[in-house]
């Protein structure tokens, strides 16, 4: 099973500046089958990204996603109100999917 | 526009079986060869656990930490797939949410979630 580890747990930072996720798996994630998702309190999930760096239908083009291999990021360049939520990466490269434990962002 | 909706009892008690239903409407399960269609859950105030997966075609995949204890089906006529989760304990009381996921993607249309309780 890959164990996705997601850095820092908490990040508190302001609108207007920039968020930096990061997820690293225990082994490499196959064809950079890799997701973010972003939840808010008692909402589900949303998908951000796929594929690592593929924005998913609708998501503002602030939202960007890079790595390969082990190491993955997701971006947030200005940081608007509503991106203020739990963060989680999820690898689906093998037939054992598997979340990180989430990244908190919350305002300073 | 598809969505999805979870329905099934908010209170089992410990050791028996959980069902959970997602009905599937504006789209059909079969209607594409290109999604699987999958449950995760979310104990309170904590992080996200994939459960399983299935295609339309009944190929399955489930979370190897539940072990056997975990069944999902399709029922194309109802355009529903199901979850049973048996010889359920506290540790399984949780948000239970399902989704669908395109083939090479994430899981990108989710229903609102089911919470479940255990009770001894």
């Known amino acids: 099973e890959i164990v996705l580890t997601q850095s820092p747990g908490t990040l508190s930072l302001s609108p207007g500046e920039r968020a930096t996720l990061s997820c690293r798996a225990s082994q490499t994630v196959s064809s950079s089958f890799l997701a973010w998702y972003q939840q808010k309190p008692g909402q589900a999930p949303r998908l951000l990204i796929y594929g690592a760096s593929s924005r998913a239908t609708g998501i503002p083009d602030r939202f960007s996603g890079s790595g390969s291999g082990t190491d993955f990021t997701l971006t947030i360049s200005g940081l608007e109100p509503e991106d203020f939520a739990v963060y989680y990466c999820?690898?689906?490269?093998?037939?054992?999917?598997?979340f990180g434990q989430g990244t908190k962002l919350e305002i300073k | 526009q598809l969505q999805l909706q979870e329905s099934g009892p908010g209170l089992v008690k410990a050791s028996e079986t959980l069902p959970l239903t997602c009905s599937v409407s504006?789209?059909?399960?079969?209607?594409?060869?290109?999604?699987?269609w999958g449950w995760i859950r979310q104990p309170p105030g904590k992080g996200l656990e994939w459960i399983g997966s299935i295609h339309y075609s009944g190929s399955t995949s489930n979370n190897p930490s539940l072990k056997s204890r975990v069944s999902i089906s399709v029922d194309m006529s109802k355009n529903q797939f199901s979850l049973k989760l048996n010889s359920v304990t506290a540790a399984d009381t949780a948000v239970y949410y399902c989704a669908r996921r395109p083939v090479g993607g994430g899981f990108d249309i989710w229903g609102q979630g089911t919470m479940v309780t255990v009770s001894s």
């Open positions: 504006g789209g059909s399960i079969s209607g594409s060869t290109s999604y699987y």
């Open positions: 999820q690898q689906y490269g093998t037939s054992s999917y598997t």
